[in-house]
């Protein structure tokens, strides 16, 4: 859980995108009362801006108290990113975000291949656009 600013933003899911295609991913614990509490949900692609690679390597699932839109934001992700990752890895990458808002039905969390299938549907669709998958 990571709070910045006032917010509140919790890490659902985080996975790797492996060279060879496959994706290691980790649900995380998490206080179902506080993750129904939370109205955002977000998959967060991970990109890698070191020079000349520029690709999508991991991604996360967030439930936040913030819109995209607010100053916290990306604060609280990128909190979240170091604690899945390191802090190590994140600098490498240079790493910046790409989120999109998702509208689930219902309180309960998505099951976790629907949350993976969502990271890869979103690198995909990102890929598409130029960055290269990883």
Known sequence: ???TK??????VLHCMFNIEGSV???MHDFDPELYRALPNLYVVCVL???VGLRSIPAGLFVKTSYSHEESGFVDAVY????AAFGADLIESWKASFVPARL????SEPLS??????VLCTQRLKHAGSGLRPS
């Open 103 to 106: 509208t689930v039905r219902g």
């Open 79 to 82: 909190g979240l990113a170091v």
């Open 112 to 117: 976790e291949m629907e949350m993976v299938r």
């Open 1 to 3: 859980m990571n709070e």
């Open 6 to 11: 006032g917010g509140v933003s919790l890490s």
């Open 48 to 50: 890698d801006n070191q």
């Open 24 to 26: 290691t991913h980790f």
